[in-house]
Every structure is written in C-alpha cells, then in structure tokens.
C-alpha cells in the first residue's frame, strides 16, 4: 500500500515564476492537506480540499491555490514566486470517517528553492 | 502569535533513560492534540494524541499528559532508544469552531538526541 506520494522532490525556480506541485493521498483516504514548512519551523497550514472544494484556509495570499482531483489527487499551485516561499511543501492526507485531521500522513515533501 | 509553542528547540537524552518533551498553546479552542515525530529526509509521522476530555493518553513507551488549566501538554518517552532520535512537532486544532476544523497548528518542534 503506497502512502502518500509527493512530485518532484525537489524543485528550483526563479522568481516571478509559477509552480505546481503534487500529491496522490494514501489509498482509502479522501481528504488533503497542503503545509508549507520554512527551515527551522514547524508547518504552516496552507489549505484543505475535501470532495474537490477547499474545505478550510490558513493566513496564506491567494497567490497559493489548489485543486483536488475526483480520485482525490491534489496540486499546489503557487504564482509569482518569492524568495520567501522557498521552503518544503508537505501535503497530508486523511479521512473524515476516521477522524479528520487527526493521524493524517504525510508525504516525504517538495523541497522548493525559489532563486 | 504562535499558538503551538515549544520553548525547547533541542534536547539530548541518555538511552534507556526518559525524554519529556513540553508543548504549550495559548488558544483555547483548541480541544484536540498530536504530536508528530520527524526523519530528516521524511514527512512527519503521526505518533500519538489526546483529546482534551482526557489528562493522559499511553501508547506502550510513549504517554502524553495534557494540563488543561495551564495550556501545557508533554511527551515522556520511557526508555528512550536511539532511533528515537528525531525532531518531535507538537500540534493542535479546534473540532469546535467550524472555521478552524483540522486547520492544524504546529509548533516549531524540539529535536531529541538519544544518546546510547
């Protein structure tokens, strides 16, 4: 049973740039939750789409956005990159029969390096 | 404001000897607890939780202890081994207020040396 897959793994971009990145969640699981973690922080909440449709939203601008897919894949798209959104982008997936947010499980992350 | 504090960014331990870990929030909305224990290179793995309507939760050698009237919580690793070497996360959310539902807050994290 795969867990929860995040591509690429590493990715470097250039300022003002746009990027996607991806998720496919754990088998059975239906709910995906997208953090940003900057080097010596814990996670930040970005979002989290249930039933495609953003379900709850962090203190993050709306240059963030995302998409969840009907087989519950999910993508993170971020416009006009900044300096300061260089970090590494976990996404968490879970489900809301069993609880939601509680042990949700995350993906190795994207390593962004924005340049 | 950080709502998910851990004051402690590093801690070392000798094996076999027990790890607390201290965790501290300031919302009090917050009615449900995790922590998360993380591998360079990996994402956090969920390692254990507690409801507020509980003081203490056990899962064989990790107990956490939630102090509600203080807004603290710990982690006791009883003994501690050297793979638990990692960075622990202290996490938590509101299933109360329908805006916060599974928006997760984490605190910065505290890295755990165990030493054999």
């Known amino acids: 049973d795969a867990g929860v897959t995040q591509s690429p793994t590493h990715l470097i971009k250039t300022r003002g740039q746009q990027v996607t990145l991806r998720c496919s969640p754990k088998?059975?699981?239906?709910?995906v939750s997208w953090y940003q973690q900057a080097l010596g922080q814990g996670p930040q909440f970005i979002f989290q789409y249930y039933e495609e449709e953003e379900r709850q939203r962090g203190n993050f601008p709306d240059r963030f956005s995302g998409h969840q897919f009907p087989n519950y894949s999910s993508e993170l798209n971020v416009n006009a990159l900044l300096l300061g959104d260089s970090a590494l982008y976990l996404c968490?997936?879970?489900?809301?029969?069993?609880?939601?947010?509680?042990?949700?499980?995350f993906g190795q992350g994207t390593r962004l390096t924005v340049v | 404001d950080q709502q998910v504090k851990q004051n402690s960014p590093s801690l070392s331990v000798q094996e076999g000897r027990i790890s607390i870990l201290n965790c501290d929030y300031t919302?009090?909305?917050?009615?449900?607890f995790l922590w998360y224990k993380k591998y360079p290179a990996e994402g956090p793995t969920f390692l254990i939780s507690i409801s507020s309507i509980k003081d203490k939760n056990e899962d064989g050698r990790f107990t956490v202890f939630l102090n509600k009237s203080a807004k603290h919580l710990s982690l006791h690793i009883v003994p501690s081994q050297p793979g638990d070497s990692a960075v622990y996360f202290c996490a938590a959310y509101s299933s109360l207020v329908e805006t916060s539902y599974d928006k997760v807050i984490f605190g910065p994290g505290t890295s755990l040396s165990v030493i054999p």
């Open positions: 968490a997936s879970s489900s809301i029969l069993t609880g939601g947010a509680a042990e949700a499980f």
């Open positions: 088998s059975g699981h239906d709910t």
């Open positions: 919302n009090s909305m917050f009615d449900y």
